[in-house]
């Protein structure tokens, strides 16, 4: 079974660097996409970063600039460094990949992970 593993979450202050790992297990098939997002309380969960098997990535606007995401195909992970961290960024972060099955796409998810800017 396909599962994800997330780590690197915690508090930090006002302009601070954060990094977020995200390891991938259980995949025989090839992976399309991997990718994080996040959900702060009160809101919906929203598209933070991604990036391709090709290499091609996408950002939020919001973090344009300040999030780098990288991904590592042999090892089938994707972290997101964060940097000049806001305290509007804090929410739970969730790991997805997007995995190719015969023709069919497959997205699994990871637990979470929180992520608290705070001073």
């Known amino acids: 079974q396909v599962r994800l593993a997330e780590s690197g979450g915690g508090l930090v202050q006002p302009g601070g660097s954060l990094t977020l790992s995200c390891a991938a297990s259980g995949i025989a098939y090839g992976i399309k996409t991997m990718g994080w997002y996040r959900q702060a309380p009160g809101a919906q969960r929203e598209l933070v970063a991604s990036?391709?098997?090709?290499?091609?990535?996408n950002y939020a606007d919001s973090v344009k600039g300040r999030f780098t995401i990288s991904g590592d195909n042999a090892k089938n992970t994707a972290d997101l460094q964060m940097n000049s961290l806001r305290p509007e960024d804090t929410a739970v972060y969730y790991c997805n990949t997007e995995i190719t099955v015969g023709i069919h796409s497959v997205n699994v998810w990871g637990q979470g992970t929180q992520v608290t800017v705070s001073s």
């Open positions: 990036i391709t098997a090709g290499g091609s990535t």
